[in-house]
Structures are given as C-alpha cells and as structure tokens.
C-alpha cells in the first residue's frame, strides 16, 4: 500500500487552478523529486500534502499506517526564521510537537528523541547554542534533525540545498541520501539541481506543461525529460 497517493489533484488559490489533474503515490522506501519550471506550483503541491492548502480538486491520502501530523516536513527558510532567537535542542525538541496531542508537556521519550536526531545529524556540540548564531548548512541539519522528531517514515524537503556552498551542498545530499537509503525513510524533495535529483532519487515527478511521474530511468527515455535535460533543468 502506498504512503502517499495524490488522486486527481488540482492546485491553486482563490478558485484559480495553477496544477490540474495530478496523479501520483509514494511507496516506503522511495526517493521522489519534484522538479520543473520556476512557478509550476511545486511548494503549492508540497503545502497540499501537508495540508496547510486545500486542493481545488482531487483527494490526498495516506497510507501504511501513516498520519499527515506524522510526516516530518522542512520548508524554505525565510530570513525572519533564520533569526530565531531558540537553542538548537528547542528548535530540534519542537519537532515533537505533533507527537504530544493533547499533552501540555514533553515527555522523556520525546527529550530522548530530540538528542538521538542531534546526534545524528552531529550537532551535539552545538546543542545549547542559539540557532540564529550558526552557518546556513548548521541550521539547515537543525532542521531536518526537527523534522526526523516529527516521522519514522516520509520526509518533504523544499529545497533543502538552496543558498548553501558546493562543500555543504554535497553534505547534505549525502544526509539525506543516508537517511532514504540506510534508515529506510521515503523521502520526497522539491529540487532545482537536476543534475543531482537524477543522481540520488528513484523517483522523478516534473510538473509544468508537462507532467511525468515515474522513475528516473523512464524520465530519461521520456520526451519531458530529454527536452528537460538537454537544457540542463534551467527554470527548476
């Protein structure tokens, strides 16, 4: 049974459709990246998923167990969060917040949580400095260590790369590809680096005028994608 399967979605605001007839699953263990052209609607599509946005049209599920306050989720950073005035275990111990339902309070499972993703993500002699001190690449693993306190099983990530050097850039690939690979978490990711959503996902799903879902190997064959790549993803 999928994780997630997105049944003919259409997307937009104010009754304007800007996506239409979207169709698509991930199964567990998927590495699905969303690529194409500078506003298609992909950050619209991953807030539908959330559901922090209501679709136009269409449904979208869940699956395996899984609940929507369970899929751990890291949004493009705006320069007001970057400033945020919390320690790193604060930010990184709200990522539990969805666990607690109606406690007032967090528990030694939820403590013990926090410091396991910190540690995993190597930012223990970090831990009681204030987030709005650190370099880009540091709060970026703050906040997918938050995001692994919200899930055991789908990670959304939009552009968890952007504005980051090459050094730190090809660091957090590696993290993430670890997690999809070595832990087993699916994770579905907005990129504007084709080059590397061909090298590390198994699964691509290009949305613009025209729509491909599927894997990689059939989006290379395919006339989106070699239209797509010979222009080396310009627009993603």
């Known amino acids: ?12 605001y104010e009754g304007k459709a800007i996506l239409e007839h979207i169709e698509f ?10 690529v194409g052209e500078n506003g298609s609607g992909k950050s619209t599509l ?5 559901g922090l946005i209501r679709p136009l049209k269409g449904k979208v599920l869940t699956g395996d167990g899984l609940r929507q306050s369970e899929i751990g989720y890291l949004p493009q950073q705006t320069v007001v969060q970057r400033d945020f005035p919390a320690s790193v275990y604060e930010i990184v ?10 406690r007032p309070f967090y528990t030694r499972a939820d403590k013990e949580l926090a410091w396991k993703n910190i ?14 001190e650190l370099s880009g690449g540091q709060q970026q693993r703050v906040l997918l260590a938050r995001a692994l306190c ?15 050097d090459p050094k730190v850039t090809a660091e957090m690939y590696q993290l993430i590809s670890d997690l999809n690979r070595k ?3 699916t994770v579905v990711m907005i990129s504007h680096d084709l080059e590397a959503a061909l090298r590390y996902a198994s699964h ?15 989006y290379l064959k395919s006339e989106t994608g070699a239209r797509w790549t010979q222009r080396g993803g310009e627009g993603t």
């Not at 699953?25 to 969303?34: P, S």
Request: net charge positive.
């Open 93 to 102: 111990l709200s990522g539990c917040q969805g666990r607690q339902r109606l």
């Open 25 to 34: 699953e991930v199964h567990a263990g998927d590495y699905l990246c969303i």
């Open 1 to 12: 049974m999928a994780l997630l399967t997105c049944s003919d979605l259409s997307l937009g």
């Open 183 to 185: 832990d087993g978490i």
């Open 46 to 50: 991953m807030k539908t998923i959330l």
């Open 119 to 132: 540690r995993r993500m190597e930012l223990e002699p970090l831990a009681r400095r204030c987030y709005r």
């Open 204 to 218: 691509i799903l290009h949305i613009g005028a025209s729509i491909y879902c599927g894997p990689v190997a059939g």
């Open 150 to 164: 919200a899930t055991r099983k789908l990670l959304l990530l939009d552009e968890p790369v952007a504005g980051l």
